[in-house]
């Protein structure tokens, strides 16, 4: 499952299994207010948006190829 964090100090989109275990931070850099978020499951992309910054951006499920 993929979600994002609204964390003042550090923003970001992070994603675990289904049992919330193996937490990982994904994007973390270039961001403050991660408001969106929808997946791509044939292409394997995910797409976020940033209410803050203007912008939607989208990268690979583990957060590379941004």
């Known amino acids: 499952m993929f979600w994002t964090n609204w964390n003042e100090q550090h923003p970001s989109i992070m994603r675990a299994t289904l049992t919330g275990k193996n937490p990982h931070v994904i994007v973390s850099t270039d961001i403050l207010t991660p408001n969106g978020l929808t997946l791509d ?9 940033d209410g803050s910054l203007g912008k939607i951006e989208r990268c690979e499920y583990d957060g590379s190829r941004r």
């Open 41 to 49: 499951h044939r292409a394997e992309k995910l797409y976020f948006s």
